[in-house]
């Protein structure tokens, strides 16, 4: 059963214009949601967070929006660069259970392409 | 400030052998995760280690095992090898909720 969903496997957007990546959640106690940008044959690479205590985050051309009513998190790329392309995950944590475990759950990714 | 490393890149085995993975985390870290990604399947929790114990695992059998060193850095074996080991094997660390990753290690089990 997935708990964490992104249901675009893929995203083209013309470059200087938004993209905007989804993401859907079905355990409510996640508290903790993060973004990862993937490059091939690299490491996630860390982009933004956001505790459930909130419903908006920025850093930059990066802002991550929550819905909780909804499960409901995205990730809006604002304006959006060549650079941008690679695979997009995002992951929940669970603060309340497994001790201090922060193990996250990623979804499966959308590959964002952003087209010069 | 130097990143999380892994060690080797690439690792061929074949099956029945056993493969050791290593992690070192960002200076400062405490906990080291570990991951597998394999073809299709998304990244999925293995294990999380801190303060030099394991604290947790995900949903895979006790082959796959590990440890944490006194300076933090991480290990993780793999024993009887099976072909649907084959994975990208990334390594994270941290000190609070947001998780580094290394650039993985590719086991290839023939």
């Known amino acids: 059963d997935q708990q964490v969903k992104q249901n675009s496997p893929s995203l083209s957007v013309q470059e200087g214009r938004i993209s905007i990546l989804n993401c859907d959640y079905t355990?409510?106690?996640?508290?903790?949601f993060l973004w990862y940008k993937k490059y091939p044959a690299e490491g996630p690479t860390f982009l933004i967070s956001?505790?459930?205590?909130?419903d908006k985050n920025e850093d930059g051309r990066f802002t991550v929006f929550l819905n909780k009513s909804a499960k409901h998190l995205s990730l809006h790329i604002v304006p959006s660069q060549p650079g941008d392309s690679a695979v997009y995950f995002c992951?929940?944590?669970?603060?309340?259970?497994?001790?201090?475990?922060?193990?996250?759950?990623f979804g499966k990714g959308t590959k964002l392409s952003v087209i010069p | 400030e130097a990143g999380v490393t892994q060690s080797p890149t690439h690792l061929i085995k074949t099956r029945g052998q056993q493969a050791t993975l290593r992690c070192s985390p960002i200076?400062?870290?405490?906990?080291v995760y570990w991951y597998q990604q394999a073809l299709g399947l998304g990244l999925q929790f293995l294990l999380w280690?801190?303060?030099?114990?394991?604290?947790n695992r995900g949903n895979f059998p006790p082959r796959f095992s590990g440890r944490q060193f006194p300076n933090y850095s991480s290990e993780l074996n793999v024993n009887a090898l099976e072909l649907e080991d084959s994975a990208l094997y990334l390594c994270?660390?941290?000190?609070?909720?947001?998780?580094?990753f290394g650039p993985g290690t590719r086991l290839t089990v023939t």
């Open positions: 992951a929940a944590s669970d603060g309340y259970s497994g001790a201090g475990s922060y193990q996250l759950t």
């Open positions: 994270a660390s941290s000190l609070a909720r947001e998780q580094y």
């Open positions: 200076s400062g870290h405490t906990s």
């Open positions: 355990n409510s106690m996640f508290d903790y």
């Open positions: 280690y801190d303060e030099g114990e394991e604290r």
């Open positions: 956001i505790s459930s205590i909130k």
